[in-house]
C-alpha cells in the first residue's frame, strides 16, 4: 500500500495541544515501536506469545501486553484503535490508524467506524472525508457500520441532508442507523422531522421495533416541543416494548415532563422508579428549582438521602439546589449546603464555589456580604467566572458600589471582563443612577471591540431603557445586527415602562413580522401597553394571540390579561379568565381584588380575600394593597382599618410605605383627619409626597384649610419639581377663594417652567381612539349635541355646579367651561357616532369632577345608555342615573 501523509490538522507522533493526558509510559513505548518499524520495515515473528490487550476505561489508560507480535493482526489493530476510541483518546485512535497503513493490513468494517468517530471527537471533517472516500474505494461503504458512522458524522457536524443522503443510500439498515438519522435531527434542531422519521421506523418497509436508545433519542424532542401528547405516546410504547422499567427510559421521561411544566406526572414517574440514581434526583430537583419552589426543592434534597434506596448527592445536585437560594430566609439551607460540599469533599469544585458565592450573595441581601467573600478569598484559584458571581451578587442585591470596587480591582488584576462583568457593572451603574459611568462603560466597550457581542448590547440597551433613554437604547437596538428574544423583549418593555405605549405596540408587531417569536415577557409589556392605552380591542386581539400560543399558562400572562381587561372597563371579561386559570397563584387573586377595587366593589373584594384564606393561601403584601385600596374606593373605613391591623397581627406581612398611603387615603377621604395625622406621625418612615398630595386633595374636597395649608407647605418641600404638587395648592386656594396665593402659585410654576397637565379624555369605537381635550372647539355637533343632552338632563335636575371651576371668572363663564370638558365631548360624541343600546367607554387623564360625575350619571338616564368613565384614580359606571361609586370617589 503506498504510504499517505498525515492530514495536516494532525499532530502525528503526539497530542493535540489544548488536550491534558495521562503520560503511559508503556503507551509511549508502544508508540515508539510502531514508529521504528515504519521506518526501518522489521517484521517479528507471528508465533511467538500471544498478546494481552486490556482496556481500562476508569482512568482511561490502555494497557498493551509487554510482549508483542512482531506482526499484529488485524483483530490487534482494531482492538487498539478501538480502545483509544472508547476511552476519548481520539488523536491516539487516529494515530495508530495511520500506522495501520504502513503495514499489508487492510482496514475492515471495523475499523473505519471508529477512525469516523475519532474525526467528529476532534472537529476534523476533513478527516472524516478521507475516511468516506477510503471506504469507497475498498467497497465498505455499503457495510451497515460502516454507513452508520457517517450517517452519525454528518448529523454531528449539521450536515443533515448529507446525513439524510447516506441513510438513503445505504443497501441495509438497522435499529442503529435509524437512531443516528434520529439524534442527527433532533441535535440539529429539526424536531418535527424526527418525529416523521420515528413514525416511519414504525410502519414503514423496515418496520423495525425501537430500542431503549430510540426512546431516550426521541423523548428530548417531546420536551423541545412542548409536546406532551407525543411524551405520553412515547411512555405507552415504552410499556407496551418493556423498556419502561429501564433507567435511562424513566429518566428521560421525567425530564420531558418537567421541561413541559408536568411536575405533577414527572413526580409519579419518579415515585414509580425503583431504581432512583443520581440523574433521577438532578432532573427532578432541577425542575423545581427552576420554579423557584425552595420549600418542595429542599424537601426532594431530604427524600434523596433517606430510605433504603436512598441516593448520595453530588455536585450537579448542589448546584441545582442552589438556583433556588435566592431569599435571606434560605441563608441557614446555604450554610448546611456549603458544609456538606466540604465535608465530601464537592467545594473544591470551581463551579460549585462559584454557585455558593452567587447564593450567599444573593441570601445576604443588604448585608456586607461576608460569607460570599469568605468563599471566594478561599478559592485556590480565582478565575473570571470567580470575580463575576461575586460582582453579580454585590450588583443584583443592592451593593451596588462594591459591585464597582470589585470590577475595578478585578481589572487591576490583570483580568479582561466578559460580557457577564460588564452587564454586571450596568446593572451597579443603573441602581446608583450613574449615567455617565454607563456612557463610559460603552465607551470601553467600543474602545475594544466589544460592541458586537450581543450580550453585551443586550445589555447597553437595558442600561439605557432603565435610565429612562429610551432614545438611546433605539439607537443601540437599531444597531443589532442579530437581534435575538432577550433584545426585542427589553426594547418593548422599555417602551412601556417608559409610557410609549404606541411605540411598544408598533415594535411588538415589527417583531412577529421579522418572524421572532414573542413569549411571556413581550406579550405581557405588549398588554400593559393596551391597557395604558385603554385600547380593548387590541387587548383582544392580544388576548387571541396568547391563546394561539398557549401562553395562558404563565400566571404573569394571565395576571396581565385580568389587568387588562379590568382597566379598560370589562370587570366580567376578568372574572372569566380568572375562573378558567387554575386559581393556584396568590398573584391572580391579588390582581382580580384589586381590579374590583378601582371598579368600587369593595364587597366583592372583600369576598375575594376570603376564598384565599379559606383555601389556606398565604397573602403578601401585594394582596394587602389591593384590599386596601378596595375598601378605600368602597368607603369601607372600618373594613379597612381591621384588614390592616390583621395584616401584621396575624398574616405576618410587615406595613410598608404604600399601605400607609391607602390607610391615610382611606381615612382623608372620611374626613378623619385627626386619624390621618396621628398615622402620619406613627409611622416608622418618613411619609412620602404621594401621602400628603392625597391628603391634601382631602382637605380641598371637604374644605379643611387650616390642615390643607399645612400639607401644601409639606408637599411642595418634598416634591418642588413636579406641577401637581403646584396644582393641587393653587386648587385649594382656589376653593376658598384666596386668589392672591393662586396667583403666587402660578407665577411658581411659571419661573421653573411647570405646566399643568391639559384635561384629556378619549373613546375607543371600532378600534379607532378619539382623543379630546378640555375646552377643543374642533366640532361644532359634539357640543351642539351636548346643548341637547342639558336640555334633556336639566328636566332630571341637572344644575351646574360652578365651583368645579377654579378660576376668577364670572357665573356664565364658569357654565360656558364646565361644558367644553373633555369628558362631556367624548360622551356626545360616542353618542352621535356609536348605536343605541352600545355601552359607551370613556377614559381620562385626569380626575372627574363633581359637575361632570352628575351630568353623565342624569344622561345615563335620559339616553337609557350604560356610560363607564374611568379617570386617574377608577371606574365610574353610570346607569339608569346612578353611578357604581355611589357618588363615594
Request: hydrophobic share 40%; glycine share 8%; with cysteine.
Amino acid at each position: 500500500m503506498t504510504m499517505m501523509s498525515p492530514p495536516p490538522s494532525l499532530h502525528v507522533g503526539g497530542h493535540h495541544p489544548s488536550r491534558r493526558r495521562h503520560h503511559n509510559p508503556l503507551s509511549q513505548r508502544i508508540n515508539r515501536l510502531c514508529q521504528l518499524k515504519i521506518l526501518t520495515g522489521a517484521s517479528y515473528s507471528h508465533h511467538t506469545e500471544t498478546t494481552g490487550i486490556l482496556l481500562h476505561a476508569g482512568n482511561k489508560d490502555i494497557e498493551i501486553g509487554r510482549r508483542l507480535h512482531q506482526d499484529k493482526n488485524l483483530y490487534q489493530w482494531n482492538a487498539i484503535i478501538s480502545g483509544y476510541t472508547k476511552n476519548d483518546l481520539w488523536y491516539d485512535a487516529i494515530l495508530v490508524f495511520y500506522q495501520l497503513l504502513q503495514t499489508h493490513h487492510k482496514p475492515d468494517n471495523f475499523t473505519l467506524p471508529c477512525v469516523i468517530k475519532a474525526c467528529v471527537g476532534i472537529s476534523n471533517f476533513g478527516c472524516g472525508l478521507v475516511i468516506q472516500g477510503m471506504a469507497v474505494k475498498t467497497g465498505l461503504i455499503s457495510d451497515v457500520f460502516v454507513g452508520n458512522a457517517l450517517v452519525s458524522m454528518y448529523g454531528k457536524f449539521g450536515l443533515v441532508e448529507d446525513a439524510v443522503k447516506v441513510f438513503d443510500k445505504m443497501p441495509q439498515r438497522n435499529l442503529v442507523t435509524w437512531n443516528s438519522l434520529i439524534s442527527g435531527l433532533l441535535e440539529n434542531g429539526f424536531y418535527r422531522e424526527s418525529v416523521d422519521l420515528f413514525m416511519e421506523l414504525l410502519v414503514g418497509e423496515d418496520s423495525l421495533v425501537p430500542d431503549v436508545a430510540t426512546l431516550v433519542t426521541l423523548l428530548p424532542v417531546c420536551a423541545a416541543e412542548k409536546d406532551v401528547f407525543l411524551g405520553k405516546t412515547v411512555q405507552s410504547l415504552a410499556v407496551k416494548l418493556g423498556l419502561y422499567q429501564d433507567l435511562m427510559v424513566q429518566n428521560a421521561l421525567m425530564d420531558m415532563y418537567l421541561k413541559c411544566g408536568y411536575k405533577l406526572e414527572a413526580g409519579t414517574v419518579l415515585d414509580k422508579n425503583e431504581n432512583k440514581n443520581v440523574v433521577s434526583w438532578n432532573s427532578i430537583i432541577l425542575g423545581c428549582s427552576k420554579e423557584g419552589e425552595a420549600e418542595q426543592t429542599f424537601q426532594l434534597l431530604c427524600n434523596m438521602q433517606s430510605g433504603s434506596n436512598c441516593v448520595k448527592p453530588d455536585h450537579v445536585t448542589i448546584l441545582n439546589v442552589l438556583k433556588v437560594c435566592s431569599h435571606r430566609s434560605l441563608l441557614p439551607k446555604v450554610k448546611e449546603l456549603h458544609g456538606y460540599s466540604i465535608r465530601h469533599g464537592i467545594e473544591s469544585d470551581q463551579f460549585v464555589a462559584n454557585a455558593f458565592i452567587a447564593a450567599y450573595a444573593k441570601c445576604e441581601c443588604g448585608s456586607t456580604l461576608s460569607l460570599a467573600e469568605n468563599v471566594f478569598n478561599m478559592m485556590k484559584d480565582m478565575t473570571l467566572s470567580s470575580w463575576n458571581a461575586l460582582i453579580s451578587g454585590s450588583a443584583q442585591n443592592g451593593n451596588s458600589l462594591k459591585a464597582i470596587d470589585l470590577f475595578l480591582k478585578m481589572t487591576s488584576l490583570g483580568f479582561k471582563p466578559d460580557w457577564y462583568s460588564i452587564g454586571s457593572l450596568l446593572l451597579a451603574c443603573v441602581e446608583l443612577k450613574l449615567l455617565q459611568y454607563g456612557k463610559e462603560t460603552h465607551g470601553y466597550v467600543i474602545r475594544n471591540g466589544l460592541e458586537t457581542d450581543l450580550h453585551i448590547g443586550n445589555s447597553l440597551l437595558s442600561f439605557y431603557i432603565q435610565c429612562e433613554k429610551p432614545l438611546s437604547a433605539k439607537i443601540m437596538f437599531d444597531g443589532l445586527e442579530n437581534k435575538n428574544l432577550v433584545s426585542w423583549n427589553a426594547m418593548i418593555t422599555g417602551y412601556s415602562q417608559n409610557k410609549l405605549p404606541n411605540e411598544a405596540l408598533n415594535l411588538f408587531r415589527t417583531m412577529i413580522y421579522s418572524g421572532t417569536q414573542p413569549y411571556e415577557i413581550a406579550v405581557t409589556s405588549v398588554l400593559n401597553a393596551c391597557t395604558q392605552l385603554s385600547a380593548l380591542r387590541l387587548g383582544q386581539s392580544v388576548h387571541c394571540f396568547t391563546l394561539k400560543k398557549k401562553l395562558t399558562r404563565d400566571v404573569l400572562v394571565n395576571s396581565s390579561i385580568i389587568d387588562m381587561y379590568a382597566k379598560t372597563g370589562c370587570i366580567k371579561a376578568s372574572q372569566n379568565v380568572f375562573n378558567q386559570s387554575g386559581k393556584n397563584n396568590i398573584g391572580l387573586w391579588t390582581v382580580l381584588i384589586a381590579a374590583y377595587g378601582i371598579h368600587g366593589n369593595g364587597k366583592e373584594a372583600m369576598k375575594l380575600f376570603s376564598e384565599i384564606q379559606s383555601l389556606n393561601m398565604k397573602p403578601d403584601h401585594f394582596t394587602f394593597i389591593a384590599i386596601l385600596m378596595a375598601c378605600n374606593h368602597g368607603g369601607l373605613v372600618k373594613e379597612g382599618l381591621n384588614f390592616f391591623n390583621e395584616m401584621h397581627t396575624i398574616h405576618g406581612v410587615k406595613p410598608k410605605l404604600e399601605h400607609f398611603a391607602c390607610l391615610i387615603d382611606m381615612l382623608g377621604r372620611a374626613r378623619r383627619f385627626d386619624d390621618a395625622m396621628m398615622l402620619i406621625n406613627d409611622m416608622p418612615e418618613e411619609p412620602d409626597a404621594r401621602i400628603w398630595s392625597s391628603l391634601l386633595s382631602s382637605c380641598r374636597v371637604h374644605g379643611n384649610m387650616e390642615l390643607g395649608k399645612k400639607v401644601a407647605d409639606k408637599l411642595l418641600q418634598l416634591d418642588p419639581n413636579k406641577a401637581e404638587s403646584y396644582v393641587l395648592s393653587s386648587n385649594l386656594f382656589a376653593t376658598f377663594s384666596k386668589w392672591d396665593d393662586v396667583r403666587i402659585m402660578r407665577q411658581r410654576m411659571k419661573k421653573i417652567g411647570l405646566k399643568k397637565e391639559v384635561g384629556c379624555s378619549w373613546i375607543e369605537l371600532e378600534g379607532k381612539v378619539y382623543n379630546f381635550f378640555a375646552g377643543d372647539k374642533i366640532l361644532p355637533d359634539i357640543h351642539d349635541m351636548w346643548r341637547k343632552l342639558e336640555n334633556d338632563i336639566t328636566r332630571h335636575g341637572y344644575k351646574p355646579d360652578t365651583k368645579c371651576v377654579l378660576h376668577k371668572l364670572t357665573e356664565d363663564e364658569k357654565v360656558d367651561i364646565l361644558r367644553g370638558h373633555s369628558e362631556k365631548l367624548a360622551v356626545s360624541f360616542g353618542l352621535l357616532r356609536s348605536s343605541k343600546g352600545v355601552t359607551l367607554r370613556i377614559f381620562k387623564n385626569l380626575r372627574i369632577c363633581e359637575d361632570c360625575h352628575n351630568a353623565i350619571k342624569l344622561v345615563s338616564k335620559a339616553v337609557d345608555r350604560e356610560i363607564i368613565v374611568r379617570d386617574n384614580k377608577r371606574f365610574h359606571h353610570f346607569r339608569y342615573g346612578h353611578c357604581s361609586c355611589g357618588d363615594y370617589w
